[in-house]
């Protein structure tokens, strides 16, 4: 049995383990066989409650964990750059400040953020190429240059809060990535806009494959090199933005998926974008179930476990950054 095929039974094992232990625990705690046997009857008062409350947020932490993860495989193959991750980049602030924007002005609209925030996102990731670019790009100029962009519409959904009281909830729960009092319509949300862009997401495998040669061999060949890469850009600032408009910004997922997924699986996308998908998923659901039971009663953000791990691993990659890129 090759490490691959082991990698992807030890995450589908740890999956529905850590589903069950994060469903079963907290202020209210119940077995897994009764928590079972309650969602079949029906007659569990505390089954309900974690039918309710629990089951929404665990369902959001999956697909956010699998959407982010998936968006930085995809960003690293356009630009060739390991450091590439949506939250890094500005990508998910440009996104969070669009989603804050719709939330604050116009709530009704609320079952498109994830379209708007796409909007915000794609706009971010395009002022942080535009502004990378010279004589090619730089990874490091463009992990400054992201920087700059996510600290900028950062401050912007911070100025739009403090303009309007009413939305300080809406901008902590997308800032914070606090999953807590999350819906039923959330998880509709983001379980329809995430499953369109992990199925493309997988569909474009091979053109990320591709992109790993050198653009004047791809030419060569007749690959269409640009239009792969702005299809693929479209696919990762949407699944960036999904995860922004309903779970919050998270960093560093997009970032320490991908490189451990390498690791273990490979440079294939075939194998890399599921394998990505499912450690991304199982990811946040350890780092928001860790937020809520570690220190009860009192929550950490999902995203401050994140920051963290993530923090750490980025420090690590910088250093490893000369023997990365072969300078």
């Not at 968006?71 to 989603?99: C, D, K």
């Not at 329809?192 to 990320?208: E, N, P, Q, S």
């Not at 009860?296 to 995203?303: G, R, Y």
Request: net charge positive; aromatic share 10%.
């Amino acid at each position: 049995m090759n490490k691959k095929m082991i990698s992807f039974i030890v995450i589908i094992i740890l999956l529905p383990t850590v589903i069950i232990y994060s469903a079963v625990s907290g202020s209210i705690e119940i077995s897994a066989f009764e928590l079972v046997k309650g969602l079949f009857t029906g007659t569990n008062e505390n089954v309900l409650i974690i039918k309710d409350l629990r089951f929404p947020r665990i369902i959001i932490a999956l697909f956010a964990g699998a959407t982010l993860a998936v968006s930085g495989v995809l960003l690293q193959a356009v630009m060739r750059n390991p450091l590439a991750e949506p939250g890094i980049i500005g990508v998910s602030s440009g996104a969070g400040f669009m989603t804050i924007l719709i939330l604050t002005f116009f709530p009704t609209l609320f079952f498109y953020t994830p379209l708007f925030a796409f909007i915000g996102g794609a706009f971010a990731f395009f002022l942080v190429y535009t502004f990378s670019w010279k004589s090619g790009l730089n990874p490091l100029r463009m992990i400054l240059i992201g920087v700059a962009i996510h600290a900028l519409f950062t401050g912007l959904s911070e100025l739009l809060s403090a303009q309007n009281a009413s939305s300080m909830m809406s901008s902590v729960s997308v800032t914070t990535s606090t999953l807590t009092m999350k819906t039923w319509n959330d998880v509709h949300v983001i379980v329809l806009y995430g499953t369109i862009g992990l199925l493309l997401a997988f569909v474009l495998y091979a053109w990320c494959n591709h992109l790993a040669l050198k653009d004047n061999t791809l030419t060569n060949l007749g690959f269409p090199v640009n239009r792969a890469r702005f299809i693929i850009s479209i696919v990762a600032v949407l699944l960036a933005s999904i995860a922004t408009a309903i779970a919050g910004m998270f960093t560093f997922v997009g970032l320490l998926i991908p490189h451990i997924g390498r690791t273990l699986v490979g440079n294939d996308h075939k194998v890399l974008i599921p394998f990505s998908a499912l450690a991304g998923a199982l990811l946040i659901l350890i780092a928001d179930t860790l937020g809520r039971t570690i220190m009860a009663p009192i929550e950490i953000p999902a995203s401050i476990i994140m920051a963290i791990i993530g923090g750490p691993f980025l420090i690590i990659m910088l250093r490893k950054s000369d023997r990365i890129y072969g300078n």
